[in-house]
């Protein structure tokens, strides 16, 4: 991979900037495509001189894709919303990109989707997910697809929102309380991504679900955040129609096709390749959690909880 152009869309994102740190360690060239390339420059420090590259591009856009595909040797597609115009974006989107792979002759893709992908689901998240994979199949045939659980991180927008809700209150809302997760480190699937890219030729047209060590509850997920931030609020699991009513309402954090992704549980098929067939080991979330929501507790790290590691 070293000294390779890869194209990185979406690489300032979440999921993205660790994607282009992974990349960047094993000596590849990163051109980081977004549609405003100033909210990635924060990458420009963990690559030697030269080795980032920033461009606009938008996926809804052929023609910057197109130019953003110029001289690349590998192309990852990260582009996703979880609300909004997801069938621009998520569907036409990763057909546009995958059609420009091919254009341009790139030696690999890897397209990030989600697991549940579906085009006959029953939301528009799941269909123009599952609608994107089949873009993606028909136009580069060879294109690694990778279908994450619920990825957790430091910047996350999951965890960290619970994280922020036990501390503040004393009692903290749960919706689909039993719906069951695989939460995947951040970190995983980079690694993931960097392993598919690293040799594409073993791992071309194949699709890998990628979900971590454990596989909790709804419920279950925020009482370890409470357990790791020395907390112990009551949660309040909302029945469905309570929580219906709540997505209903303008301005709530949740929407109704969230709520119905929420209805169903997000696990790796007992059938599917995973992370252990690219080569990468699952982190528990137990295991790195710690490192960042310490900033919840109430005396920081000056607290007098000590996690056991």
Known sequence: MKNKVITLIGGGGFVGRYVAQALLRRGARVRIAQRDPRQAYFLRTQGGLGQTQFIAADVRRPDTIARAMMGADAVVNLAGLL???????????????????????????????????????????????????????????????????????????????????????????????????????????????????????????????????????????????????????????????TAGLLAALPGTPITRDQLRMLGHDNLVSPDAEGLAALGVTPTPFESVAPQWLVQFRRYGRFSRHVHAA
């Open 83 to 241: 609300t909004g115009d997801v069938e621009a974006v998520q569907a036409k989107g990763a057909g546009t990109v995958a059609q420009a792979a091919a254009a341009a002759g790139v030696e690999a893709l890897v397209h990030l989707s989600a697991i549940g992908s579906d085009a006959n689901g029953d939301t528009a998240y799941a269909r123009s997910k599952g609608e994107g994979e089949a873009a993606v199949r028909q136009h580069f045939p060879a294109a690694v697809i990778l279908r994450p659980s619920l990825v957790f991180g430091r910047e996350d927008q999951f965890v960290n929102r619970f994280a922020r809700m036990v501390a503040r209150l004393p009692v903290v809302p749960v919706v689909a309380a039993k719906t069951r997760f695989q939460p995947v480190y951040v970190a995983d699937v980079a690694a993931a991504v960097s392993a598919a890219l690293e040799d594409p030729e073993r791992f071309a047209g194949r699709t890998f679900e990628l979900g971590g060590p454990d596989v909790l509850t709804m419920t279950e997920l925020v009482q370890q955040i409470a357990a790791l931030l020395d907390r112990k609020p009551r949660l309040l699991e909302l029945r469905n129609d």
